[in-house]
């Protein structure tokens, strides 16, 4: 495959500093932290590659100039900032070779295999921090699959999906924009009394108070879920999803109250720990702790690229956005316990932490730590506050109608945060009224294909349960 490259006398030309590198960005690439997002579109027809240089070139490239550019130390106390540099697209860019003809779940098995390899790779530091692997075999999902590796500190989820889907049309009229359910808002729930007040004030000492001993020296139990090995980001990663019905869950969500997002938790905090009570019995009664991740930018859709680029908006490209931390609830009979439970709980938790100024100090906290000791010193607080917990949830929401990338219709899409020191990873996407749940986990440690069918019980008994009670 022939690549697009700048002219090797251009090269030192290109080399220019460019802007900051964000504090967060920092923070995830450093010698503490490396951390990737790896996101896949799946191909309703068999994939032609031939495009590929120009859409690169032409189309997402320009959209960020991060991808264009490295991150490089400026400065005594560690900071840095990104460097434009030359693009050689042929570095970037995979296309794994395997045997023809084989059966679909043959590549089914290789896919994940691949996918496992090319998570446990670094991305090299000396290119932008980017790769794109063309999977152009069928599986029992796809005709072909894409697979973008993007590195976190290029921008969080948010920015990296916008930036994804402003190279995708829509199926159907692709003059017409990509339309997103509304994404609620992630400001503080407070009412404007003095007991609402007093409220917010109990919960963010409360909750900053727990993050920081969790942060610091409290940590979760060793559990059928939680590597007791220090490191565990270096391990290999089985990546696998479950796929649940958007309408089923809004219809839950209608009978029992609350938000989309308080179901989907309340299955996965049931499903979790009929999957722990199954390798082990007792442990579904172990301290364990989610790590809700959520979009601090006061938004209720995705801006264009164009948007996120200007100065002082609220939509802004890069990594804003804060983590919850929740506990999973502990049930000594876990076969025998209302599976509704889970739902009522993860509602009262969330709505009770959203009711905190907390992910906000934790923002703050950081970036004093950062001023005071330099960025590598804050990258270990986070690393020590993702080791001490169990796992790691976060969401995104995709389009309501069917899009195309090329003229490829996509058929599905999912992704999976790569490198932290978790050994289970749970990532959620919606799009065409399904919801794709990822499970990332810890391939020597986490059972998938039991994880992700404890998933689906849950999911069914917790539909049952709404209707039944």
């Known amino acids: 495959m022939e690549g697009v490259q700048e002219k090797p006398e251009a090269h030192e030309e290109m080399e220019e500093l460019i802007e900051p590198a964000t504090p967060t960005g920092q923070f995830f690439n450093s010698a503490s932290l490396s951390v990737c997002i790896l996101a896949a579109l799946e191909s309703e027809i068999p994939i032609d590659d031939s495009q590929t240089m120009t859409l690169l070139k032409d189309v997402f490239i320009p959209i960020n100039s991060r991808f264009s550019s490295i991150m490089v130390k400026d400065d005594e106390n560690g900071g840095k900032h990104w460097k434009k540099v030359t693009v050689i697209l042929d570095d970037h860019v995979q296309v794994p070779i395997f ?83 509304k994404i609620g808002s992630n400001s503080t729930e407070k009412s404007k009394s003095v007991a609402g007040y007093m409220s917010v004030l109990m919960n963010t000492v409360t909750d900053f108070t727990w993050s920081l001993m969790k942060s610091s020296f409290l940590e979760d139990h060793v559990s059928p879920i939680r590597s007791a090995t220090v490191g565990v980001e270096l391990k290999p990663i089985t990546i696998s999803t479950v796929t649940l019905s958007l309408d089923q869950i809004k219809q839950i969500k209608t009978k029992l109250g609350g938000t989309i997002n308080d179901v989907i938790v309340g299955v996965i905090f049931y499903g979790t720990r009929l999957y722990m009570e199954a390798i082990s019995k007792g442990s579904s009664s172990a301290q364990s702790t989610a790590l809700v991740l959520l979009n601090t930018r006061e938004i209720t859709s995705y801006q264009t690229v164009e948007e996120m680029a200007k100065p002082n908006t609220s939509a802004s490209w890069g990594n804003n956005f804060g983590f919850l931390h929740v506990s999973v609830p502990e049930k000594l009979d876990i076969e025998n316990a209302d599976p509704l439970d889970f739902v009522f709980e993860a509602k009262k938790l969330i709505t009770k932490k959203r009711n905190s100024l907390a992910v906000y100090l934790n923002g703050s906290l950081l970036n004093l730590m950062r001023k005071l000791r330099g960025p590598e010193v804050a990258s270990r607080y986070i690393h020590k506050t993702l080791w001490n917990t169990s796992m790691t949830i976060s969401n995104l929401i995709g389009p309501v109608e069917k899009m195309s990338l090329a003229n490829h219709p996509v058929k599905g899409l999912y992704f999976c945060v790569l490198n932290a020191p978790q050994s289970l990873m749970l990532s959620l996407v919606s799009y065409m009224g399904k919801v794709r749940v990822t499970v990332g986990g810890e391939k020597e440690l986490i059972n998938h294909k039991l994880y992700n069918s404890c998933l689906n019980k849950a999911f069914e008994r917790i539909f049952e349960a709404a209707f039944n009670s």
């Open 99 to 181: 045997p023809e003809g084989l059966p679909l779940e043959s590549y089914d098995e290789y896919l994940q295999e691949y996918s496992t390899k090319i998570a446990m790779e670094q991305l090299p530091q000396t290119r932008p921090l980017w790769e794109i692997h063309i999977f152009k075999y069928p599986t029992t999902n796809a005709a072909g699959t894409l697979l973008f590796k993007l590195h976190h500190a290029l921008g969080d989820g948010y920015s990296l999906m916008g930036a994804l889907f402003s190279c995708l049309q829509r199926s159907d009229n692709p003059s017409l924009p990509l339309t997103f359910p």
